[in-house]
């Protein structure tokens, strides 16, 4: 079956510093690759996604890049603030069934 | 709009006591359903998930069990709940079809002591 890595599983930067967050998956099959972060006590809530036939795509401060021959995809966070901090989850898709990686706690420093 | 709801929102439970956590989708049809567990605020493990009623796939052998008895209704059940049933438990939802982006209910926080 379907397995995500993910790191680091800590990160902290300086307030306006970028992030940047890496997965890995083993199925090559898979075709979708979201991304959620989640607050302390909170739902995880999707942040962005991308679909395998896609290399790259962008949102405001948030990116998030594809390399299929590699099997890996990253999490990219420009112009970092405060309320960025989170643990952010990556996972991979193959016919609705999402498979997290381990989670990665992010913090932000003013 | 679609909403998602999961009670209870917390739970304390003794070792060997039943379990029983409701899921419900408002505001669509025929959902695929899911139940996660997230231990000690990291990692989320797909444990259950549904196409349609009656219709649950295990992901993990243990003491919990799921049932979906109503198109937009999922419940997780356990007869005698182990200490290491403590956790966050999140219900999610997408659309069938090629949609793949699920979405996550507030969530059950459950401690079993």
């Known amino acids: 079956g379907e397995n995500v890595e993910q790191h680091p599983s800590t990160l902290s930067v300086q307030e306006g510093d970028s992030a940047v967050i890496k997965c890995t998956y083993s199925?090559?099959?898979?075709?979708?690759f979201p991304w959620y972060k989640q607050e302390l006590g909170k739902r995880p809530q999707l942040i962005i996604d991308?679909?395998?036939?896609?290399g790259e795509k962008k949102d405001q401060r948030i990116a998030v890049t594809l390399n299929k021959t590699a099997k890996h995809f990253s999490l990219h966070i420009t112009e970092t603030q405060p309320e960025d901090s989170a643990v952010y989850f990556c996972?991979?898709?193959?016919?609705?069934?999402?498979?997290f990686g381990q989670g990665t706690e992010l913090s932000v420093k003013p | 709009s679609q909403t998602i709801h999961q009670w209870p929102a917390t739970l304390v439970q003794p070792v060997g006591s039943p379990l029983s956590l409701e899921c419900t989708v408002e505001?669509?049809?025929?959902?695929?359903l899911y139940w996660y567990r997230q231990a000690a605020g990291r990692g989320l493990q797909l444990l259950f998930y549904?196409?349609?009623?009656?219709?649950i796939s295990s992901e993990v052998p243990q003491n919990l069990s799921a049932s979906r008895p109503q198109d937009r209704q999922f419940i997780l059940s356990s007869k005698k709940l182990l200490l290491s049933d403590s956790g966050f438990y999140l219900c999610?939802?997408?659309?069938?079809?090629?949609?793949?982006?699920?979405?996550f209910g507030p969530g059950t926080r459950l401690t079993v002591l």
């Open positions: 549904s196409v349609g009623i009656g219709q």
């Open positions: 999610a939802w997408k659309t069938t079809g090629p949609g793949d982006t699920q979405y």
């Open positions: 199925d090559s099959a898979s075709n979708y």
């Open positions: 505001g669509t049809s025929n959902p695929n």
């Open positions: 991308i679909r395998s036939n896609v």
């Open positions: 996972a991979a898709s193959r016919g609705g069934k999402l498979i």
